[in-house]
C-alpha cells in the first residue's frame, strides 16, 4: 500500500529523508534527476531530437538543471536550457546546480519576460518551471509563459508536476497549466493525476522512486492509499487441500430481466470464475434456458411475473444485486425483502443502486459492512451531485463512514471509500475495458470473495484489483483494443493464480 501524500506531507517527507538517511538536499536532488533521466530516455531515447528545459528557480528548477547535465551525458547533443527569472529568489540547490551547469558547454538563456522568448524550435520541452511549490494559482508573466508553451503544440514532458497545477484539492478547469505528454513525477502518483478532472492537463504519468523514507511516509496516516499487488498477495489465500464447494460459500445473484439477461449472466458466471464454491441466480423465468445453455455450473431460483420468489436466507453467504434487475414493483419489492431479512453484508450495483437513490427508506436496512458499486452518474443519483472528483472523494469517504458500509466508485483508478474513512485507489484496469457489461463482471467478482469469507474491505480491494488486472492481462502492452466482459471473467482464474505464486 502507498500512502499518497499532499504536497505539504511530500515536502515534510523530502526534508524527513534529507535528515535521516541521510543524504544532502543537493544529492536528492540529483538521484530525483537521474530518476527522471533514466523514465525519460526509455521513452524519448533518440538522441538525435533537441530538448529544451524551460526552468524556474526553486527546486524543480534546479531539477532541470541537473537533468539538462546528465541528458548530455546520456548522448542528447541538443540540449538548452531557459532559465524564467521572474522573481529574485533562488534555492540553494538551484544555485548549487547552475554553478555546475555553467562549467559545461550547454547553452543557458535567460529571461525576464515572456516578450524575450523567440519561437521555440525543439522537439521536445521540459517543463522545470514550477512542482510542488505552487502556492497560488498562475498569473502574470508565469501564466503567460505556459500559454505560449501550450501554444507551440511541442512534445511536453514535465518534472514531478505540470506548472500551474496542483496535487490536491478542487481542480478549476479553467486554470491556466502546462498540459502535459507525460508527466515524470517523484516517489508517488499526486492524488489529482487519479482523477477524470486531470485529463486536460497530463496524457499520461510515471512515478519514478527517489527513495524518500516509506516508514516516515507510512505513518503519516493518510486517507488516500495506493494499492500495490503486494497488497493483493497478502489478501488472497490459496485454495486448500481437503477443501470443497462448501469451504468456499454460496453466492446468490439477484439480477436480470428478459431484456437484460446478459447482466445476469455475466455477474453471475464472473462470480463462479472468481471462485465462489456454489452460485445460484435469481433470474426471470425467460432467462432459464440462457442460463443453463451459457454455463451449466451456475443454479436457479426463478422469478415469474409479480409473484416474489422464495428465498431461503440461511442458505447464502452474501448476495450481489441488481445488474439488469430493472427498477419496477417486482424489483423494489425484492430488494426491500432482501434488505429487511437478509443480515450478512451484500453487494449493490446497477438497477439495485437506482432503487437505494430513489426509496431513502431503504438506506436504513442495508447490512452493516456491504458493497455499494456505483459509477459516477449513480454515485450522483445516490449522494447528490458533484461539480468535481474531488468532491466526490469527500463524499464517498463521510458516507462510507456514515453509513458503515464501502463505496466503489468505479472509474480509471477505481477509488474503494471505507468505513474507517480510508480511499484506496486501484492501480489495475485500461480503457480496453470500457464497454458494457464490465461492471457486472465487478460485482460478481467482489460477491465471490465475499462468499469466500474475504472481509467487505480484503473483498473489495482484491476484487477491484483483480478485475483490472484479469483486463490488464489479456490487453496489455498492446495485445487487445477491446476487452469482452466474458473474457475478463474467464481470465480471473488465470490473474488470481498468477498472483498466488
Ligand atoms: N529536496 C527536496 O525537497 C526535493 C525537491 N525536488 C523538487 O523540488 C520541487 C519543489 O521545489 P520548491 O519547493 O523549491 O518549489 P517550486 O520549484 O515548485 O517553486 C519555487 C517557488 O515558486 C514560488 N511560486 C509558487 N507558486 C507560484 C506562482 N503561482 N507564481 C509564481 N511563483 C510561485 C514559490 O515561492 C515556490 O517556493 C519538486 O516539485 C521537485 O521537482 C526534487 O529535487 C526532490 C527533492
Ligand atoms: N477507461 C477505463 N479505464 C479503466 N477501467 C475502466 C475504464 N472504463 C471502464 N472501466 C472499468 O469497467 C467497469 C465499468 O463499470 P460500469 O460502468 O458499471 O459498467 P456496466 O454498467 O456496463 O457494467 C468499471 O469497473 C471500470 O473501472
Ligand atoms: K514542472
Known amino acids: 500500500m502507498q500512502p499518497l501524500l499532499n504536497a505539504q506531507q511530500i515536502h515534510d517527507a523530502d526534508t524527513y529523508t534529507i535528515a535521516h538517511e541521510p543524504i544532502s538536499s543537493v544529492d536528492l536532488m540529483e538521484r530525483a534527476a537521474k530518476a527522471f533521466e533514466q523514465a525519460f530516455t526509455a521513452r524519448y531515447g533518440d538522441t538525435e531530437k533537441s530538448i529544451a528545459i524551460y526552468c524556474g528557480t526553486g527546486n524543480n528548477g534546479g531539477d532541470g538543471l541537473a537533468i539538462a547535465r546528465l541528458l548530455t551525458d546520456y548522448g542528447f547533443e541538443k540540449v538548452d536550457v531557459k532559465i524564467a527569472r521572474f522573481a529574485n529568489k533562488f534555492s540553494d540547490d538551484f544555485k548549487s546546480n547552475l554553478q555546475r551547469l555553467s562549467q559545461t558547454r550547454i547553452p543557458i538563456t535567460n529571461f525576464t519576460s ?55 484539492g478542487e481542480i478549476n478547469p479553467d486554470a491556466i497549466v502546462i498540459k502535459a505528454d507525460l508527466a515524470i513525477t517523484f516517489q508517488q502518483p499526486k492524488i489529482n493525476f487519479l482523477l477524470p478532472d486531470s485529463k486536460h492537463a497530463i496524457k499520461n504519468w510515471v512515478a519514478v522512486d527517489i527513495g524518500i523514507d516509506r516508514n516516515f511516509t507510512q505513518q503519516l496516516n493518510s486517507p488516500y492509499q495506493y494499492l500495490e499487488e503486494s497488497d493483493i498477495k497478502k489478501i488472497l489465500r490459496p485454495r486448500e487441500r481437503f ?38 441466480a435469481c433470474i426471470p423465468q425467460s432467462g432459464l434456458v440462457a442460463l443453463n445453455s451459457y454455463m451449466p455450473e451456475i443454479m436457479a431460483i426463478v422469478r415469474e411475473g409479480d409473484l416474489q420468489p422464495t428465498i431461503d436466507w440461511t442458505k447464502f453467504s452474501t448476495m450481489g ?94 477509488i474503494i471509500a471505507s468505513p474507517d ?55 496489455l502492452p498492446g495485445k487487445l483494443w477491446v476487452v469482452l466482459p466474458d473474457k475478463v471473467a474467464a481470465q480471473v482464474p488465470v490473474s488470481m493464480a498468477a498472483l498466488m505464486v
Not at 246 to 275: D, F, K, N, R
Open 321 to 414: 444485486i441488481g445488474p439488469g434487475l430493472g427498477k419496477d414493483d417486482n424489483a423494489l419489492a425484492l430488494l426491500t425483502d432482501i434488505l429487511t431479512n437478509y443480515t450478512k453484508p451484500v453487494v449493490i450495483d446497477a438497477d439495485a443502486l437506482n432503487l437505494l437513490a430513489t426509496h431513502k427508506q431503504l438506506w436504513a436496512c442495508l447490512p452493516k459492512g456491504s458493497v455499494l458499486t456505483p459509477h459516477m452518474k449513480e454515485f450522483d443519483r445516490l449522494f447528490g451531485e458533484h461539480k468535481n472528483w474531488w468532491q466526490r472523494l469527500q463524499t464517498a469517504m463521510q458516507k462510507a463512514k456514515e453509513l458503515q458500509i464501502h463505496i466503489v466508485l468505479k472509474n480509471d483508478y477505481t
Open 243 to 280: 477443501s470443497n464447494k462448501g469451504t468456499y460459500g454460496h453466492a446468490l445473484i439477484v439480477a436480470g430481466q428478459p431484456e437484460t439477461m446478459g447482466a445476469a449472466l455475466l455477474c453471475s458466471s464472473a462470480c463462479v470464475q472468481a471462485g465462489a464454491g456454489l452460485v445460484t
Open 421 to 475: 474513512e480510508k480511499l484506496y485507489f486501484n492501480s489495475t484496469s485500461n480503457a480496453a475495458m470500457a464497454s458494457g457489461g464490465m461492471g457486472d463482471v465487478l460485482t460478481g467478482i467482489i460477491t465471490a470473495l465475499l462468499a469466500q469469507k474475504y472481509s467487505p474491505l480484503e473483498a473489495c480491494l482484491a476484487g477491484v484489483y483483480l478485475h483490472g488486472k484479469a483486463g490488464d492481462d489479456l490487453a
Open 114 to 168: 515572456v516578450a524575450e522568448l523567440k519561437t521555440e524550435p525543439a522537439d521536445i520541452i521540459i517543463d522545470a518551471l514550477l512542482g510542488n511549490g505552487l502556492n497560488k494559482p498562475l498569473a502574470g508573466e508565469y501564466a503567460q509563459l505556459v500559454q505560449q508553451i501550450n501554444n507551440w503544440h511541442k512534445t511536453v514532458v514535465v518534472v514531478d508536476v505540470p506548472t500551474g497545477f496542483y496535487s490536491e
